[in-house]
């Protein structure tokens, strides 16, 4: 019970927020890149919702083994929009520092989505099952790897280059999101214990969406000056 409430509150917190600050970024925000900022969050909380609602209901009723099909649905829906997350994410780098070549890391990262939404559609994958394989778990984890490393050098390199302020911290949130979300994909099956970082990743994504949200501040400031 103690684990059910902190996970419902928790969860109803954080896809509040994602939801809610996305929403208002995708309504109110003039800026095409904030616009993009809204729709990353509000995918976020949306795909988040579809593995954290049948968990909290999991939680509450009859355990998480019970609901193993609808918690495994929910994963596999959170697996995708989370790649679709960060391919807007290379969208919204582009177009912060006007990057106008480099088309072949644009083929690069579709390349990487495409074969990571395809390697989660596998049948392999058992989602519908309580413990699914560990191998493509970490198969379709490959190719997000992947994209994280890229986002987190192509950030790195622009936003020292530029001094940007708003995403300099983007490359070390988007590492910690993966290195708190590794570890639960190999270990969380032996180890359960491993499955509470989960929540600093959360955490992780929520540092993002703010970054987002400043920019929406900055573009709104700049509307009202003018």
């Not at 684990?3 to 509150?9: L, N």
Request: aromatic fraction near 12%; include cysteine.
């Amino acid at each position: 019970m103690p684990q059910a409430i902190a996970e419902t509150v928790f969860d109803v917190l954080y896809l509040g927020f994602a939801l809610t600050a996305g929403l208002i970024m995708l309504r109110k925000g003039r800026d095409p890149l904030v616009k993009k900022a809204g729709l990353m969050a509000a995918l976020l909380g949306a795909g988040d919702s579809f593995h954290l609602v049948p968990r909290s209901y999991a939680l509450w009723t009859a355990g998480l083994e019970a609901n193993a099909a609808a918690l495994g649905i929910g994963k596999l829906i959170t697996s995708i929009t989370m790649t679709v997350f960060y391919l807007i994410l290379y969208y919204v780098w582009r177009e912060r520092y006007q990057i106008k070549e480099r088309k072949s890391l644009t083929a690069v990262m579709w390349t990487l989505s495409v074969l990571r939404i395809v390697l989660c559609l596998l049948p392999q994958n058992q989602w519908l099952t309580y413990r699914q394989p560990l191998f493509f778990g970490v198969l379709r984890n490959i190719p997000f790897a992947m994209m994280g490393v890229i986002i987190i050098v192509i950030f790195a390199q622009e936003t020292k280059k530029a001094g940007d302020s708003v995403f300099r911290f983007m490359p070390l949130a988007v590492g910690l999101s993966f290195g708190f979300y590794l570890p639960v994909v190999l270990f969380s099956g032996i180890l359960p214990i491993i499955g509470m970082l989960m929540i600093p990743k959360t955490m992780a994504y929520v540092w993002i969406i703010l970054m987002g949200w400043r920019l929406y501040r900055q573009s709104k400031e700049s509307m009202i000056k003018e």
